[in-house]
């Protein structure tokens, strides 16, 4: 071994230690790997920042920003509406959630269809009165399985792809890695169908911050247009659309009101309907419904781009202008330039207009305006401003265009008419200009500290290789792998990624162990297509910690999981992933 390899290696030793300890986060633990690499000279200074611009960086950044287009577009939420009549039973509930979150992950990255499936599991854990935690360890590892099917369903496909590209000219094209990936996944969904069962029973994560507000009885102004699905139909029927979440107080028309309007009361053109609920069912019903809030079309006038425009909620506080007075006559649009979009007063149902309700001290608003003015807007008018949480009513944009955009984006990809970086970085830029995200909403989706560490590393995982630290390696395996057949060596191979996954990070693991099983497979005298592809498909299925993946990660808390509980169900799923991907990687990619 080699004075650089010595170093190579202990560099990487000791980030690996870093990483476990946890003592530090994972960027900053890169970050010190690379300073470590340019100081002992194993990575040039006049390449200890390409990373940064490496394909792989801009392809997870923009998979980020169309899977928070997707969730904001309503569409999964809609789709949810028709089939959740007929999710009943716990496990009919679990397989259609999981193959969700699965068939999603295989289009936009596996994190981010995760994330925008999470609200959608709690909605129906809350109207079936079942614990969520019987629904989220399976959807996180059925994320991880859909991602396996596509190029860009999750990070290690991706550099992989990358490694294949350097070592033989040629990287992995989109749908390279489908046929594995769905055999593995089909055999993974049929078994969290029924395995979930091993999960302990009656964990429940801790109260969400929307729990603690409980604030159940916000009540907001919006006006039936031509449009409106609900015109004809009667307060039963938007009820029933509702799913019962959200309550007619009264219905105005004509400037007639009918307080407590009659179930079978038809809903017509330009009534005013005064909706009682939550946040966010509101805004649910009112998108669902074509309904049109009262104040939606006044948008504060700035001098700034219109993606600052945001919805805040506050309390009425003791000393504020607004008690005792409506926003009609303290004028809050003309003085103040902020809308009133919702009002909740505990144990009070309200059944005027929103603009003529006197306002009262403890009294809940939800308030639109410029998100850069609001907290002086409050300070003068004497309000405080709630925890920060997400609040889409007043703030949602729905529409079909997110999904249309992904579409084209795969078909670009797919027939190679554009890279995949440039053909997901432009699906970015579209959703911005096309308003399906903000600018803000934009930075504040993409997860910088994953950028961060993908960029530190991919010139540390290089050194391994420049050095010869990979041949040296893959000499090592080669020397285990000699008693084994084929099929044994590829087992290796996948087996020694998914041990190594947990105690780095599954697209840290793909940098270290692809070039090595690149080399370990030329030294056994076989292509490297099927090693590569067992150590993309070893270090995206972690099913046994809930450090490994961050989709492990995310419902951990949620799920009020605890460290144990996930190798109960992962590790029975990592040998079926075991059993069932090494024969089809070897009939899809021969060893020769």
């Not at 019962?244 to 179930?263: F, Y």
């Not at 807007?377 to 944009?397: V, Y």
């Not at 692809?514 to 030294?523: D, L």
């Not at 799920?559 to 509980?565: K, L, Q």
Request: proline share 5%; hydrophobic share 50%; net charge neutral.
């Amino acid at each position: 071994m080699t004075h650089q390899q010595m170093l190579s290696f202990a560099i990487v030793a000791g980030m690996m230690a870093l990483f476990v300890w946890g003592r530090f986060r994972y960027d900053l633990v890169a970050v010190m790997a690379l300073l470590a690499a340019v100081l002992v000279g194993i990575v040039p200074a006049e390449e200890a920042f390409s990373g940064f611009s490496d394909d792989i960086v801009i392809i997870v950044a923009s998979a980020l920003l169309v899977s928070a287009a997707v969730a904001k577009s309503g569409v999964l939420e809609v789709a949810l509406n028709w089939v959740g009549p007929y999710l009943r039973s716990e496990q009919s509930q679990v397989i259609t959630l999981v193959a969700s979150v699965t068939i999603l992950s295989a289009f936009v990255k596996n994190i981010g269809a995760l994330a925008m499936m999470i609200p959608v599991a709690f909605q129906i854990a809350r109207r079936t009165k079942t614990l969520p935690s019987s629904f989220l360890m399976p959807m996180a590892f059925g994320s991880l399985l859909g991602g396996i099917v596509t190029l860009v369903g999750t990070s290690p496909n991706i550099i992989v792809s990358r490694v294949r590209g350097e070592l033989l000219g040629e990287p992995f094209d989109m749908f390279d890695f489908t046929p594995v990936g769905v055999g593995i996944a089909l055999a993974g969904m049929v078994f969290l169908a029924f395995g979930y069962r091993l999960l302990p029973k009656g964990r429940k994560g801790a109260a969400s911050l929307d729990e603690a507000l409980n604030i159940k009885d916000y009540v907001t102004e919006a006006r039936v247009t031509a449009e409106s699905d609900v015109v004809g139909q009667t307060v039963a029927d938007l009820h029933k659309l509702a799913n019962g979440e959200v309550k007619v107080a009264a219905i105005i028309r004509n400037e007639t009101r009918s307080s407590s309007p009659l179930p079978d009361m038809t809903i017509r053109e330009n009534d005013l309907l005064m909706l009682e609920g939550e946040s966010e069912a509101l805004e649910s019903t009112v998108a669902r419904a074509g309904l049109k809030l009262t104040r939606e079309h006044r948008l504060p006038e700035m001098d700034e781009a219109s993606d600052e425009i945001g919805v805040i909620e506050a309390i009425v506080g003791p000393n504020s202008v607004l008690a005792g007075l409506s926003a009609a006559r303290i004028g809050l649009y003309e003085r103040f330039g902020v809308n009133l979009i919702a009002v909740s007063r505990s144990g009070e149902r309200f059944k005027e207009r929103l603009r003529t309700i006197t306002m009262r001290a403890g009294d809940v608003l939800v308030l639109q305006g410029n998100l850069k003015k609001l907290p002086d807007t409050l300070r003068d008018l004497g309000c405080l401003p709630l925890a920060e949480r997400e609040i889409r009513l007043g703030n949602a944009r729905r529409s079909l265009l997110p999904v249309a955009i992904l579409g084209v984006t795969m078909v670009l990809v797919a027939f190679n008419l554009l890279p995949v970086s440039i053909a997901f970085f432009g699906a970015g830029v579209l959703l911005v200009l096309f308003g399906s995200l903000t600018l803000r909403e934009a930075y504040e989706t993409i997860e910088w500290p994953i950028i961060v560490m993908l960029g530190a590393l991919i010139p540390v995982s290089e050194s391994i290789r420049t050095t010869g630290g990979t041949d040296l390696i893959a000499g090592w395996l080669s020397s285990a792998a000699n008693m084994l057949p084929p099929t044994g060596a590829l087992v290796l191979i996948m087996v020694a990624a998914m041990a190594v996954t947990p105690f780095l990070n599954n697209a840290a693991t793909v940098l270290v162990m692809a070039p090595i099983a690149a080399s370990f497979a030329t030294q056994l005298g076989f292509r490297p297509d099927a090693f590569l592809m067992a150590v993309a498909i070893g270090a995206a299925c972690d099913f046994l910690t809930p450090i490994g993946h961050q989709c492990n990660t995310l419902v951990m808390g949620p799920g009020g999981y605890r460290f144990g509980d996930y190798w109960r169900l992962g590790l029975p799923l990592s040998i079926i992933v075991v059993v069932v991907g090494t024969p089809l990687i070897m009939f899809f990619w021969p060893l020769s």
